[in-house]
């Protein structure tokens, strides 16, 4: 390790502890960043493969350009009328089904769902939420236990039930009745134990429990259960949203999902910390008329200044365009992997959001949790930063900036590559 990184972890161990854990053995110490690419204090460079929060790409120069004016104007509370949080209103619901209407902000995908429970609670009159057993939806005392990644591994609350995500590599073309009929027996249970079905909260993506894009309509079935139990759904779009899965814009659009809340952050505001929840008038209006909603910084200025250069640049550069064609090269590359490396069990995705999942054994698919935290060390000595996600933590979780572009494929393929060769040897 180089011994000022060294010195700063030992510095932030004394003053921070270990809860807010760091990546890597050896921590990266990033410096700069610049599209898809990151360097670190001592000049090296690295492919960004992980980070969908810079998703126009790191320093982009419109969100530079938007910040640094309104900053130097005027910055303030959410008290007060201001015309930009209106102007970008009135363009980001153009992106949803007409019936969505509403949008709140606040400044962290935690503050969303959190804020989307209350509501999904208030319009039904009822308290149970089901998500899936490894997601991770924030920190929110309702749902943080829920994945074993992030949090205690148990659901906080007993009005939350987790059930397991639909997967269809493991499980094969059932998967998606499958996670219907534990929904439905969720549903049940929830109503035995007196709370009734409030929400299905999900990630279309279902990131955190493993990159598991699915066949286009997998998780409509399991909507409609959570309908005929008298609950809503709540699309968490934190991960999948502004364009990344490629083929639409929001992700929940791939399952036709329908949903009656949908929660935004991350890539909302290119790293400005920004969320919102947008909703359909009629199931906010029951909690917005009654309880009036306060968040000091939600919706700032500068944060819809951000945010409205993030939306522009989407929009003028077709980026969920670039995201459906460089996403679907990436995939094709990556797959060809699996000629040359046995430990490659499945290469899924949808845009540049791709998972690729590691297995001992093709026929049993057991889970390489080792073999891929070595592929993580070995990628990041060959300038490529990533994750893993899943219940097993063996599935590679690919997810660069959409700044990513086709010559970045080969570099990327040529390091998982090599990362894999010393790790089966
Ligand atoms: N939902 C999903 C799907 C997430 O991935 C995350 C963060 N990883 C959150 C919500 C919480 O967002 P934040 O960390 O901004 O509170």
């Known amino acids: 390790m180089d011994e000022d990184v060294q010195q700063l972890v030992e510095r932030r161990q004394k003053v921070m502890g270990g809860a807010y854990r760091l990546f890597y053995r050896e921590p990266v110490h990033l410096v700069r960043g610049r599209g898809a690419r990151l360097w670190d204090a001592a000049g090296r460079e690295y492919i960004d493969m992980y980070n969908n929060v810079a998703s126009l790409g790191h320093c982009h120069p419109a969100v530079i350009e938007a910040v640094t004016a309104q900053m130097s104007q005027l910055n303030t509370h959410t008290r007060y009328l201001h015309e930009t949080v209106v102007d970008y209103t009135e363009r980001l619901l153009e992106t949803f089904p007409a019936a969505i209407d509403r949008a709140m902000y606040m400044c962290t995908g935690s503050e969303a769902n959190d804020l989307a429970i209350r509501v999904a609670q208030q319009y039904t009159g009822a308290r149970g939420i089901i998500v899936t057993s490894e997601a991770y939806h924030g920190t929110s005392a309702l749902t943080s236990g829920a994945s074993p990644a992030l949090g205690s591994g148990q659901p906080l609350a007993p009005e939350v039930r987790a059930v397991p995500a639909p997967d269809t590599y493991r499980e094969g073309a059932d998967a998606g009745a499958r996670f219907a009929r534990d929904v439905r027996a969720a549903a049940a249970d929830l109503a035995a134990h007196g709370h009734g079905t409030a929400a299905l909260l999900i990630d ?148 540049l959001f791709i998972g690729f999942e590691l297995v001992e054994d093709r026929t049993t698919k057991a889970p390489a949790r080792t073999a891929a935290l070595q592929v993580i060390e070995e990628l990041r000595r060959r300038g490529v930063l990533t994750s893993v996600a899943g219940p097993y933590g063996n599935v590679l979780k690919l997810r660069p900036p959409l700044a990513f572009q086709e010559s970045d494929i080969a570099p990327v393929v040529a390091a998982l590559d090599d990362s894999l060769r010393v790790v089966e040897h």
């Open 204 to 351: 279309s993506i279902l990131s955190s429990d493993g990159v598991l894009p699915g066949p286009r309509g997998m998780l409509g079935a399991a909507a409609a259960e959570v309908r005929a139990a008298g609950g809503i759904v709540i699309a968490d779009e934190v991960q999948p949203g502004f364009g990344r899965t490629g083929d639409t814009f929001w992700g929940f659009e791939r399952h036709a999902l329908d949903p009656e809340i949908v929660t935004l952050g991350k890539p909302m505001g290119n790293g400005m910390p920004v969320s919102g929840l947008v909703a359909r008038g009629d199931v906010l209006a029951a909690f917005s008329d009654d309880l009036p909603y306060f968040n000091t910084f939600g919706g700032n200025p500068v944060s819809m200044a951000a945010a409205s250069a993030v939306l522009r640049v989407l929009q003028e550069e077709r980026l969920m365009e670039h995201s459906a064609r460089i996403g679907g090269q990436l995939l094709e590359s990556l797959s060809t992997l699996a000629d040359r490396h046995e430990l490659v069990g499945d290469v899924r995705g949808a845009g």
